[in-house]
C-alpha cells in the first residue's frame, strides 16, 4: 500500500488545501479505511466558514462516511478483516463516566477524544484510522447490496433517530418538520415510520420542498410565499401540531416551533443556534399548556444500531438526499455549493 494520501486540510475559516499527507498508522485495537464515500454536512459548512473551537489545525474535515477496510489492528475482533465494506459513525462513548452510567451516553465526558472530524482526522481523504472504540461499538460491515453513498447517511441517521426516540411520536400524530435540509428530510421519514398521519414541512426553497413531497411528506409549506403558522394552524383545526421538530437552528424558528406547537405537545429542538443565542419563551403556555420542549444532541449506540437496520432493511431512502457526486478536490466548492442552500448532501469520492 502506498504510504501517502490525498487530504484537505483545514487550517482557518475559509482556508482549505487539498495536500499529500502520510497515511495514518493505525493502533493494535484500530481499523484503517479506505474511504469510498463522503457526505457533506451542515456542520462541515460551519466549521469551514467559522472555525470551532475545538479544533486545533491543520485538520481534516468530514464525518459522514463508508469505506473498506484496508488494514486490522493486531487486537480488533474477528468480526474485521481486510476488504470488508463498513460504515462507522464518527464517534462512540467511553461507558465508565457519570453520563454515560445515567444512561446518556451522547453527553459523555470523554467524547471529544474519539471524534472524528473534530479532534481526529476526518473523512475527507483517502483514508482514515477509526479510534478502537468506534471500532468496538459503532462500526458495522454493509451488505454489498448497499451503496457506499447510503451507507454514508450512517452518522446522522443516528442523530435523527436519537431526536425521533425523544420526540415520541405516536400513531396518528400530525408532525410539523420545520426545514426540508438532510436533518428535516431525514426526520420527515422517520415520522412517516413511527405512524404520523399527517406530516407537514416547511422551508424557504421550493426545490427542497419537492424533495420533500417525494419523500412522502403529506403537506408542504413554502414560507417564502405564506405565512407558516397560520397555514399549519389552519391543518390543525386550530390546535397546533402534535410534535413539531426545529431542524433548521434558527432562534427564530426555535421560538416559531413553541408556538406551532399544541396544548401537550411535543417541541424537539433539533437544529444547533450559533453560540449563546436566546430566545423567548411564553411561560403562560409553558405551564397551562402542559408543553414539553426537549433538546437533543449527537448519538448513541443504540441510535448508530438502529440507524445501520433502517439502511439495510431498504426502510430508509438515503438516496434521494444526495443530490451531487464530486471529487475530493472539489470539496471547497462543494462545501460554498452547500452553504448557497443549493444542494441537499453531496458525495466526496477521493
Known amino acids: 500500500m502506498e ?4 487530504a484537505v486540510r483545514f487550517y482557518e475559516p ?3 488545501r487539498l495536500e499529500e499527507i502520510e497515511i495514518p498508522k493505525i493502533g493494535p485495537d484500530e481499523i484503517l479505511v479506505k474511504i469510498k464515500a463522503a457526505l457533506t454536512c451542515g456542520t462541515d459548512v460551519k ?8 479544533i486545533k489545525p491543520p485538520m481534516t474535515l468530514g464525518h459522514e462516511f463508508s469505506g473498506i477496510i484496508a488494514e486490522v489492528g493486531e487486537k480488533v475482533a474477528a468480526r474485521f478483516e481486510v476488504g470488508q465494506r463498513v460504515a462507522i459513525a464518527n464517534s462512540a462513548p467511553c461507558n465508565t463516566c457519570f453520563f454515560c452510567k445515567i444512561g446518556k451516553p451522547n453527553l459523555c465526558e470523554h467524547l471529544l477524544e474519539t471524534l472524528i472530524g473534530f479532534s481526529v482526522d476526518g473523512a475527507f481523504a483517502e483514508y482514515i484510522r477509526v479510534p478502537a472504540p468506534i471500532v468496538r461499538q459503532n462500526t458495522y460491515t454493509v451488505p454489498a447490496d448497499i451503496s457506499f453513498e447510503e451507507a454514508a447517511m450512517l452518522e446522522p441517521l443516528a442523530c435523527a433517530v436519537n431526536g425521533n426516540d425523544t420526540a415520541n411520536i405516536s400513531l396518528g400524530d400530525t408532525v410539523v418538520i420545520i426545514g426540508s435540509g438532510p436533518i428535516g428530510l431525514i426526520h420527515l421519514q422517520l415520522a412517516r415510520l413511527k ?5 407537514i414541512v416547511t422551508d424557504l426553497q421550493e426545490e427542497r420542498l419537492k ?13 417564502s410565499k405564506e405565512d407558516q403558522l397560520s397555514r399549519v394552524r389552519e391543518l390543525t383545526n386550530g390546535l397546533g401540531a402534535d410534535v413539531v421538530v426545529e431542524a433548521v437552528g434558527l432562534p427564530q424558528t426555535w421560538e416559531l416551533a413553541v408556538t406551532m406547537t399544541r396544548k401537550a405537545g411535543t417541541t424537539l429542538f433539533f437544529g444547533g443556534c450559533p453560540s449563546g443565542a436566546k430566545i423567548t419563551l411564553d411561560t403562560e403556555r409553558i405551564h397551562y399548556e402542559d408543553l414539553t420542549l426537549k433538546g437533543i444532541f449527537h448519538h448513541t449506540p443504540l441510535s448508530v444500531r438502529k440507524a445501520y437496520n433502517l439502511i439495510v432493511s431498504g426502510r430508509f431512502d438515503g438516496k434521494t438526499l444526495i443530490t451531487d457526486t464530486m471529487p475530493l478536490s472539489d470539496l471547497e466548492r462543494a462545501l460554498k455549493k452547500m452553504s448557497e442552500g ?8 477521493p
Open 3 to 6: 504510504e501517502r494520501m490525498r
Open 14 to 16: 475559509g482556508n482549505i
Open 47 to 54: 466549521m469551514y466558514k467559522r472555525g470551532h473551537p475545538k
Open 195 to 199: 405512524g404520523a398521519a399527517k406530516t
Open 211 to 223: 424533495i420533500a413531497s417525494k419523500l412522502g411528506a403529506d403537506v408542504v409549506i413554502d414560507a
Open 342 to 349: 443549493q444542494c441537499i448532501k453531496i458525495a466526496i469520492t
